[in-house]
């Protein structure tokens, strides 16, 4: 099946610095993408949507100042945490859909953030 | 709004079957999906079944679906020590928009 790959797979930061996320579609392209978030223990929030070219629609109570997202191109995405907080601390799920998928989400492997 | 639901936990001794439930509110599903997530990592989608379809099997897994009740269930034959891992059920209405459940923790005792 398709492979959709995250970087960093893990990341220690401090408190007000900036963290980015890079999302990539390695053998297909992803016209669209998806941004999740998920505390432990508990399911997947859906943070943003994501097309090529276009800017991400947020879901609502996702701040997009905060968390940025850039779908440059066909094959990668990145979301940039912005001054993050301890609070931010989560694991971000990243998945693809795109031409030769059908309709099936391709996830990544998810990227750890720890906020000190 | 869109909801989906499932027990959180289950534990099986190996080799029996494990089935785990889920229920939506959402009757314009247009497609039900199972995935499963390792310790630490990201999502693997196990199988899928259209909304016209009421059962779909593949190799170990069964899916069946009662539309009627907006039941979806995962049976997983000959359940092993590999199979441990939690179970999300999700359901995608017409748009892109996917919906999670909580996701169900199957534990395989040996």
């Known amino acids: 099946g398709a492979v959709v790959s995250q970087h960093p797979s893990w990341v220690i930061c401090k408190s007000g610095t900036s963290v980015k996320i890079e999302c990539r579609s390695l053998?297909?392209?992803?016209?669209?993408m998806f941004w999740y978030r998920q505390f432990p223990k508990q399911s997947l929030m859906l943070m943003a949507t994501?097309?090529?070219?276009?800017?991400?629609?947020?879901e609502q109570g996702v701040e997009k100042d905060k968390f940025l997202i850039n779908h440059a191109s066909l094959t990668l995405s990145t979301l940039t945490v912005t001054s993050a907080h301890p609070e931010d601390s989560s694991f971000y799920i990243c998945?693809?859909?795109?031409?030769?998928?059908?309709?099936?989400?391709?996830f990544g492997p998810g990227t750890r953030l720890t906020v000190l | 709004g869109e909801d989906v639901e499932q027990s959180l936990f289950l534990s099986v001794r190996e080799g029996d079957s494990s089935v785990i439930n889920c229920t939506y509110t959402?009757?314009?599903?247009?497609?039900l999906y199972w995935y499963k997530q390792e310790p630490g990592a990201g999502l693997q989608l196990l199988t899928y079944?259209?909304?016209?379809?009421d059962m779909k099997q593949d190799q170990r897994l069964t899916v069946l679906l009662n539309k009627k009740d907006k039941h979806l269930s995962l049976r997983i034959a000959d359940t092993q020590t590999g199979d441990s891992a939690i179970y999300f059920c999700?359901?995608?209405?017409?748009?892109?928009?996917?919906?999670f459940g909580a996701g169900t923790r199957l534990f395989v005792k040996a």
């Open positions: 994501s097309n090529e070219g276009s800017k991400a629609t947020y």
């Open positions: 959402d009757s314009s599903s247009t497609y």
């Open positions: 999700a359901e995608r209405e017409g748009g892109f928009k996917t919906i």
């Open positions: 079944i259209f909304s016209n379809m």
């Open positions: 998945s693809a859909r795109g031409g030769g998928t059908g309709d099936e989400q391709f």
């Open positions: 053998d297909f392209q992803a016209t669209t």
